[in-house]
């Protein structure tokens, strides 16, 4: 498949940045323009600004900080608004996007059930493949991170062991 457009939705949580490390990574290897957005949902947390200009000056500075460490990646930032999953989904499809990347809370159970999942809901609806970022491991209080297995040290073989038997 090649990439020509990833789509990264973001939220400035840390899920969102580990999916921003993939998708300019992503960007990189095939050449692929991202698109970052974040979309205002006059439902969400749009409220807890003063005034709507305030809070998309600074929804618009987040996003613009909003950038992959390589800088050879072309990027294109953009506000939206509307409800998350939809027009996440709706600009997926009027972009183009081959791509869509994005940072998953990792919610199972009872919180996905009153909550929702906007990652979900994408998956459902996009155009194109989702590909979603989610911690492995929760640590100590909010804390999140990738979790590798240490390799197991081999223990050594009794000098005889390997060779077959002579009987």
């Given at each position: ?95 183009h996007a ?36 989610r911690p ?32």
């Open positions: 498949m090649k990439l020509t457009k990833i789509l990264l939705p973001t939220d400035f949580s840390a899920h969102s940045y580990e999916g921003l490390r993939t998708a300019a990574a992503l960007a990189h290897q095939s050449g692929a323009e991202l698109l970052i957005v974040h979309v205002i949902d006059p439902a969400g947390k749009l409220g807890t600004w003063p005034t709507t200009d305030e809070a998309r000056n600074h929804l618009g500075q987040l996003l613009l900080a909003t950038q992959p460490a390589c800088s050879d990646v072309t990027v294109t930032h953009t506000i939206l608004e509307g409800g998350t999953a939809e027009e996440i989904v709706r600009f997926a499809r009027q972009q081959d791509l869509i990347v994005m940072g998953s809370h990792g919610r199972a159970g009872i919180p996905r059930v009153l909550l929702g999942s906007v990652a979900a809901r994408v998956c459902d609806d996009a155009p194109c493949p989702v590909l979603t970022i492995k491991v929760r640590l100590l209080g909010e804390t999140k991170a990738w979790a590798h297995r240490k390799p197991q040290a081999l223990e050594p073989r009794s000098p005889g062991s390997h060779t077959p038997s002579s009987t």
